[in-house]
């Protein structure tokens, strides 16, 4: 419908929003509206922002080696870190299932981003992994599952209608998006 486009709209920002929905969107309103697509909580040290409105993409981290932000190899069906025989997480390869993780301290205490942490201190302790990629570093757990293809560009791990969590907490999408 023509008078669908007669709006103003430009830009549009949000979190969850399904390639499906996106493409019949932007079909229907206009494919000049930039739509940013964003991860990550307030408290958290580390999210991502889709800024080069790729559908459905979460975000981008184009130099994995350059970036505090990393994906711990993440076995859905075992619901925990895939670990190496030295008992360190295996960072996930293209396209394979990771939780986003944002580095706080390296192995030798150098502080590389900050986490404040909750008002209670064993939230707060829940949401931080030690000796992750080396003895003595500290990541925060965002506890989003992400697969991130071989340019960087990242998107939510959605099984049925179910974003997945780490630690089998699902978002229903559904329900979500229609609040």
Known sequence: MPEENGHSLRIMLGAGMGVDVWRQFTARFGEHIRIYEGLGATESNCGLTNLENVPGCCGRIPYRDRTHMR?????????????????????????EPGELLGQIYTGSGRLVALFDGYTDRD???????????EAGDAWFRSGDLVSCDADGYCWTIVIGRYVFRSNRNGVDRLRSTKQ
């Open 71 to 95: 994906l711990g190899k993440y076995d859905v069906e075992r619901d925990c870190h895939v670990r190496a025989v030295d008992s360190f997480v295996v960072p996930a390869a293209s396209n």
């Open 123 to 133: 939230a707060t302790e829940k949401k931080i992994m030690r000796n992750v990629f």
